[in-house]
C-alpha cells in the first residue's frame, strides 16, 4: 500500500466558525428565537464536527482512515481539520538512530566474534510504516538485527590475501554491503537507511587471547618478511657499487661470507658489535 496524500482545511478558521455556530445556537435557544430541539442539534451537531480537527507537527504525518479502510495522509503543518469521522494515526518522518546490542556471531571462518551496529533511519511512506507491519519500530530493530548477523557470517574478521573485504579492514566496503541488506529487508515498512555503521567489533572472550596472539603473530612475520626483502636489496646495492667502483675484489667465498654479515647486520633485531680486522682480507 503506498502512501496517497490527501487535502485537509485548515483548523483554525474552522474552529472559529464552528465556535460561532454553536454560540448563535446557544443564543438562539435561550432567547427562543429558534425552537428549542433545532438549536440543540446544530450547537451538538458543531460541537461533534471539533473533534475533526487535529495537530500535526513539523516531520510529522497523519495517516487517515475510515472505518478500517486507508482514505490519505496528511502532512501539512500546524492545526488542520478533517471528517470527524476519520480515523487518524500519527507517524514520525524524523531520522531517528538506534545502536543494536552486542550480538554473538561465527564470521565466515567460524571464530565466534561480538559485532554491534549503529543504524541511522527514517519513515518515508507512512502508510506502508502503519498498514505493512503491525509495529514498524519493532519491525525496524528486529530486521536490523538479523541483517547485521547475515552481514557478519558473510566475511572473515581479517583480511588473509590482498584484495580480500573482511570487517575489520574494510570499514566502508562492510557498511555499503550492511545498508544493502537492510534496505532490502525494510523497504516494506515504508522505511529508509539513511547510514549504517559497525560501532563494535572484536572476538568474543573465549578465543580473544589465542586470536590477539595470532595476529601478533602475523604481524612479526609481516614486518620480518619487510625487512629481510630490503636487506637483500640493500647487499645487493652495496655488492654491486663495490665492482662497479673497483674498490676491492672478491671471489665467490669471500662474497658469500659478506653477504652472510650483512644480512645479520641488516636483519638482526639487536644491535651488532663490529669486529674490526686489521689484517690480510685473505
Known amino acids: 500500500m503506498k502512501e496517497n496524500p490527501i487535502r485537509s482545511l485548515p ?35 458543531s460541537a461533534f464536527l471539533t473533534l475533526g480537527a487535529y495537530m500535526v507537527e513539523p516531520n510529522q504525518a497523519a495517516v487517515l482512515s475510515l472505518f ?52 541511522v533511519w527514517r519513515v518515508v511512506d507512512s502508510a506502508e510504516a502503519v498498514f505493512n507491519v503491525d509495529d514498524y519500530e519493532s519491525f525496524v530493530h528486529i530486521q536490523s538485527e538479523a541483517a547485521l ?22 570499514p566502508v566496503e562492510i557498511s555499503d554491503r550492511l545498508k544493502e541488506q537492510l534496505d532490502e529487508r525494510l523497504t516494506a515498512a515504508g522505511v529508509d537507511v539513511v547510514d549504517a555503521r559497525i ?47 673497483g674498490t676491492v675484489k672478491l671471489d665467490e667465498e669471500r662474497r658469500a661470507a659478506m653477504v652472510s654479515n650483512l644480512l645479520v647486520v641488516l636483519c638482526g633485531d639487536r644491535s651488532t658489535q663490529p669486529i674490526v680486522n686489521t689484517g690480510s682480507l685473505y
Do not use: C
Open 11 to 45: 483548523g483554525i478558521p474552522v474552529l472559529l466558525v464552528l465556535l460561532a455556530v454553536i454560540a448563535a445556537a446557544v443564543w438562539a435557544f435561550v432567547q427562543g428565537a429558534a425552537p428549542p430541539i433545532l438549536a440543540l442539534a446544530v450547537a451538538l451537531g
Open 68 to 119: 478500517g479502510k486507508y482514505v490519505g495522509t496528511v502532512k501539512e503543518n500546524g492545526l488542520r481539520w478533517n471528517n470527524p469521522f476519520l480515523g487518524k494515526k500519527k507517524v514520525s518522518l524524523r531520522v531517528r538512530n538506534f545502536e543494536s546490542g552486542r550480538l554473538k556471531v561465527n564470521e565466515l571462518d567460524g571464530s565466534p566474534i561480538e559485532i554491534a551496529a549503529v543504524i
Open 149 to 170: 548477523r547475515a552481514m557478519a557470517t558473510s566475511y572473515p574478521y581479517d583480511q588473509h590475501e590482498e584484495g580480500d573485504i573482511s570487517l575489520r579492514s574494510h
Open 199 to 245: 560501532s563494535h567489533l572484536a572476538y568474543a572472550p573465549e578465543i580473544a587471547q589465542a586470536m590477539l596472539q595470532r595476529q601478533q603473530a602475523n604481524a612479526v612475520i609481516a614486518a620480518r618478511t619487510r625487512i629481510v626483502a630490503g636487506a637483500v636489496g640493500m647487499v645487493e646495492m652495496a655488492l654491486a657499487e663495490l665492482e662497479k667502483n
